[in-house]
């Protein structure tokens, strides 16, 4: 069967006396608990009626029941649609419009969907229904629906440029695929124990992370969010860990990191945002590890990875995962010889099927010999190694979180003090990058209270402004365009310490 449910659940059966949830202010689950919170989550919603291919929006808190809930949409054959938890009503309204789910899973309900509450910490209602039906249904174990490879298992929203989210369509195989390569690329070995803080509407925390160890039927420390403190606390009891560059710097300022606090980790992994040397090179001072990083987006989950066995370079993000190609080529798709600058693409099992309902999108970014272009730039060394050097659209990675953006601008613009604007990133010590506001004014200087007010209500809090610079105009080119190269020049220093 290829629904990628059928893989997990047959591990899982196999160990369900180990455990697989190392939980905090609550029991541990093992696989048989997991399983049993699946079968719990799948009976509710086989009562409200659902059908193999519908959509299920879900926009909750982490916590052990949203992973059973996701488990459970895999078997039932439903598309999984997770969605950060800052996103505000209004940009809700958005991805409730486009992806038309059957259900809206959230804190609150809403008037435009048939919506349910997540209880997070009551094992027999883990889904309660806005019309009460199902609430209090026994777990009746549902067949796991047989899927086709090409069956879509998951859509996840990606920032457009033009300020319009595209709905990345992944199926049970770009799952499965990428999976079985990471869990044997990165040596996952019986004994491991995954140190998991980061976020699970995100693919780096649900079909990285969470993946290898349920593939596995390995243990998942499973935090509900990162901090600092408590990851130091928990470190001793895992061997592996992903985060992303900001979980790193943050753990390098806790004096109690030091090389026998992390001796017996197997790896420390890293990606979402690019790695900065600086890091890489104090964390191996620290610790005597060298951090592996590699590189992938929502569209390809991974493409590419520094070995585990062999040299892991700072600056670079190895090599392409076995199954997989990648390339450096011109805007017209020709190879560019070995050390050249060119546009990143890739291919294989882990590409994902297109953008929901969007197939002039998709046309565009997926060339016909299937290769997609992932519109960052890089530079591959004769022997396969890639180097990324850019990206050729503004993407700014804060916190190793998107923002385009064309998305803030949008609203910068409508607001009556703001004439116009170009949102920027720089670098910043702890997120990576930093989402700056440049502005031309329309009367008097425009103050960050302003645009707090204004975005507040319109912008998750980490697409927003951490800077506002007021200019008398923006720096253009010949054709108009805006430099935005000139203006993150000229500001690169901005939260240098």
């Known amino acids: 069967m290829s629904n990628f449910f059928a893989q997990l659940e047959a591990g899982f059966e196999a160990s369900a006396d180990q455990l697989a949830l190392i939980l905090s202010g609550q029991n541990d689950w093992t696989y048989a608990a997991l399983l049993q919170q699946i079968n719990r989550a799948a ?69 435009d969907v048939v919506s349910a509450t997540l209880q997070p910490r009551d094992a027999q209602r883990l889904l309660v229904f806005s019309n ?16 086709s490879t090409d069956d879509l298992a998951a859509i996840l929203y990606t920032s457009g440029t033009t300020g319009r989210s595209k709905g990345a369509m992944l199926s049970h195989g770009n799952l499965a695929s990428n999976a079985h390569a990471l869990s044997k690329e990165w040596g996952w070995q019986p004994s491991d124990v995954l140190l998991n803080a980061l976020p699970i509407f995100h693919v780096h925390g649900l079909f990285i992370a969470s993946h290898c160890a ?82 992938g987006m929502s569209e390809t989950i991974i493409n590419t990875s520094n070995p585990l066995q062999g040299e892991r370079v700072a600056g670079t993000v190895g090599f392409a995962l076995p199954g997989q190609q990648v390339r450096v080529a011109s805007e017209d798709g020709v190879v560019v010889p070995a050390g050249e600058v060119g546009m990143i693409e890739v291919a294989g099992p882990n590409v994902f099927q297109g953008y929901w309902r969007m197939p002039e999108k998709t046309a565009e970014e997926v060339r016909p010999d299937g290769f997609f272009i992932t519109g960052d730039l890089g530079v591959q060394a004769a022997d396969g190694r890639l180097s990324i050097v850019g990206r050729s659209k503004d ?36 997120f990576g990058e930093a989402v700056v506001a440049v502005v031309v004014p329309a009367g008097d200087e425009v103050t960050q209270a302003d645009v707090d007010a204004a975005l507040g209500d319109q912008l998750a809090r980490f697409k927003q402004p951490k800077r506002v610079l007021n200019v008398a105009e923006l720096p253009r080119n010949t054709m108009g365009k805006v430099q935005k190269n000139l203006l993150r020049d000229q500001h690169g220093d901005l939260f240098a310490s």
């Open 43 to 111: 009976a509710q919603l086989v009562a409200f009626g659902v059908n193999p291919g519908d959509r299920v929006l879900v926009q909750v808190p982490k916590s052990p029941e949203n992973l059973a809930l996701y488990l459970a949409c895999l078997k039932l054959g439903l598309v999984y649609v997770p969605l950060n938890t800052g996103y505000t009503a209004a940009e809700l309204d958005y991805f409730v419009s486009d992806a038309e789910p059957v259900l809206y899973v959230g804190k609150q309900q809403r008037s």
């Open 395 to 430: 993407l700014v990675i804060s916190g190793g979180y998107n923002v385009y953006p064309k998305e803030v601008e949008v609203v910068l613009d409508e607001m009556p003090q703001v004439a116009e604007s170009a949102v920027i990133g720089v670098p910043h010590p702890d």
């Open 132 to 147: 009460g039906e199902g609430s209090e249904i026994d777990a009746v174990v549902s067949p796991t629906v047989t899927r």
């Open 214 to 295: 349920l593939l596995n039927a390995t243990p998942m420390i499973f935090l509900e969010k990162f901090d600092a403190g408590d990851v130091m606390a928990r470190l001793p009891d895992a061997t592996v860990m992903m985060g992303v560059p900001t979980f790193y710097t943050r753990l390098l300022d806790q004096s109690e990191l030091t090389p026998a606090s992390v001796a017996h980790m197997r790896v420390f992994i890293c990606g979402s945002a690019p790695l900065t040397e600086q890091t890489f090179s104090e964390w191996e001072q620290r610790t005597g590890h060298r951090i592996l990083e590699r590189y």
